[in-house]
């Protein structure tokens, strides 16, 4: 059956124009981007596309669910401690990590939702094509992953670059602080501005696009945070401070952190890039029949690479909540016992506090994760 547009198909079928994989021209055919097949059945049949949709966004979820239940138990914290509910650079992170989990569970039932409803393949969004179920909300939350994870990224790694300085000039207090807040903050403005006119405009391909120079300045200041804080940490290491328990648990959890993101930065890259311009050229010419689209077999490269990611950095901010639960429960037994001090922790003793969410109130600790 000739066609112009996906309209002119019946059912979930979507048009193919000209594809380089099939030569009948103009044709009707099951959407091969999520793997229907058996077009005589009205394309209800799952394929190894759909397979790899269901194996890969199960996955996600998983991933997601797990950290949210660990996010929950952690959570309990700012009812317990009233001082924990201060807005520091790690609660902040926190709270980006579980919205981004949030939104990875709502995307990953969405992608089963609309690959496992072939037959609600139909709806018009004011386009030439057909719109998945959920296909709209997809693109929503996927870009909210995004956003998210991106943030809390960079929460972490301008947290080393303070850090660092700090223990160099041996104090908490460092006049740097503030342009780290400005980078912080501009970084926010100007992805969310991103994010909002994608939405309202529903060009998500131009948004990923006009994404790419957050990724290689988010690397930037990633390498530029890991490196200074590595720095320190070897100069302690070389002093013979790495006896100390809290600084062994820092310098694996920093390194572990830092190397898992980076990886993940290259290959969401790559894998994003490449997505991207398949959208862009077309979908379908990258998407033979009884097979996985090469389209969706990146996009779901880019979405677990993402999840891992997320995951990674979550498990930096959990572990920074648990440190705070540890040392405000020491002080509240301390305060029924003794009079609390007030001094300043210096050189690698600031990295203990950094790591520990420190809440002396003589201290400043908006920075510290």
Known sequence: MACEDDFDCPGPQVCYQNVSWDDRGNFCECSTYYGWENIESGCTDYGPGSIFYFITSTTMLLIGSFFLLIALK??????????????????????????????????????????????????????????????IEERLFGILIVFFLFLGSLNISLVWLELS???????????????????????????????????????????????????????????????GFRE????????????????????????????????????????????????????????????????????????????IWLGQIFWYSHVNIQQMQKQLSSKDKEAITSEPGNTKPTGLASAKVGFEETHDASTDHSHSI
């Open 232 to 307: 320190i940490l070897m100069t302690a290491d070389a002093a013979g401070d790495s006896k100390n328990t809290t600084y062994l648990q820092l310098a694996k959890l920093v390194q572990r952190t830092a190397v898992i993101v980076a990886v993940c930065l290259g290959i969401y890259f790559i894998t994003s890039l490449a997505f991207s311009l398949m959208l862009f050229i077309e979908w379908r010419q990258f998407s033979p029949i009884g097979g996985v689209s090469y389209v969706v077999l990146t996009l779901q490269i880019t979405n677990i690479v993402a999840s």
């Open 165 to 227: 300085e700090r223990i160099r000039n041996l104090s908490m207090r460092s006049a740097s602080s503030k342009k780290y807040q400005r980078i912080i903050y501009l970084f926010e403005v100007g992805f969310a501005a991103v994010v909002i006119v994608s939405v309202s405009t529903g060009q998500f391909i131009i948004s990923s696009l006009i994404a790419f120079p957050y990724v290689f300045l988010l690397l930037y200041i990633y390498k530029r945070g890991h490196g």
């Open 74 to 135: 952690d959570a309990m914290i700012f009812i317990q401690f009233k001082e924990a509910r201060k807005l520091t650079k790690g609660v902040v992170t926190f709270i980006y990590c579980v919205c981004g989990l949030i939104s990875l569970v709502i995307f990953s039932l969405m992608q089963i939702g609309s690959t496992s409803t072939p037959l609600a393949n139909v709806e018009n969004n004011g386009g030439p094509e057909k719109l998945a179920k959920y296909g």
